[in-house]
């Protein structure tokens, strides 16, 4: 199955500042996903990342917040920009693992991005 | 839109028989899968249904009923590493997205 390669791993950021989290995929994927979960939550779908094209994001989710690039079928990046202490969350990357029949999707590791 | 109800925690002790339910309203979807998730890890795919019925998977079932809008995860013979978060999610019509459920926390005591 896929592995996706996610990082930073963890940071603490100072509000106003961005961050931008790179995720890997060691194959070709035709769309990558963004989420967001706080702590004992579940995952928040933030955007659907396609090659070629602009990203999609979900409602309540906006491109000047979260801007993502995806410049080839195996690689795409997520800033979080201008942050504030509500940007405290962990973020994880997917992907639909085509390699199977069973459609499971993989996940980075995950970002926690502390914001103080 | 979709949203997919689990309860908030379940408890169990080693050995056990836990059955983690997930119901869900959704205008359409692709099938019901099941993930887990370790405190400080990432989700990691367990099961699939595309179809109404049961799969099994090692100690891990799953179940889909369509007409009921309904799905669980039975998860046999618990061990103390079952203790995690399980999530239900779809697989929407025409997309690739994948909302999940609100979660259930598994705790299994020996």
């Known amino acids: 199955s896929a592995v996706i390669s996610q990082k930073p791993s963890r940071d603490i950021c100072q509000r106003g500042t961005s961050l931008t989290i790179q995720c890997q995929v060691d194959?070709?994927?035709?769309?990558m996903f963004w989420y967001r979960q706080q702590p004992g939550q579940s995952l928040t779908l933030i955007a659907t990342?396609?090659?070629?094209?602009?990203?999609?994001?979900e409602s309540g989710f906006v491109i000047d917040k979260f801007p993502i690039s995806r410049p080839n079928l195996t690689f795409s990046t997520l800033t979080v920009s201008n942050m504030s202490p509500e940007d405290s969350s962990i973020y994880l990357c997917?992907?639909?693992?085509?390699?199977?029949?069973?459609?499971?999707?993989?996940f980075g590791s995950g970002t926690r991005l502390t914001v103080v | 839109g979709q949203s997919l109800e689990q309860p908030s925690e379940v408890t169990a002790v080693e050995g056990a028989i836990v059955q983690i339910n997930c119901t869900y309203q959704?205008?359409?979807?692709?099938?019901l899968s099941w993930y887990q998730q370790h405190d400080g890890g990432a989700p990691t795919f367990l099961s699939y249904?595309?179809?109404?019925g049961l799969e099994e998977t090692g100690r891990f079932s799953s179940f889909l009923s369509r007409s009921d809008s309904y799905g669980y995860l039975l998860l046999q013979e618990l061990q103390m590493k079952d203790s995690a978060s399980y999530f239900c999610?779809?697989?929407?019509?025409?997309?690739?997205?994948?909302?999940f459920g609100t979660g259930t926390r598994l705790q299994v005591f020996p």
């Open positions: 990342a396609n090659q070629g094209s602009e990203a999609t994001y």
């Open positions: 999610a779809v697989r929407a019509h025409n997309t690739d997205k994948l909302i």
């Open positions: 959704t205008s359409g979807f692709y099938g």
């Open positions: 194959s070709q994927v035709t769309m």
């Open positions: 249904n595309a179809l109404d």
């Open positions: 997917s992907a639909r693992d085509r390699g199977t029949i069973n459609y499971g999707y993989t």
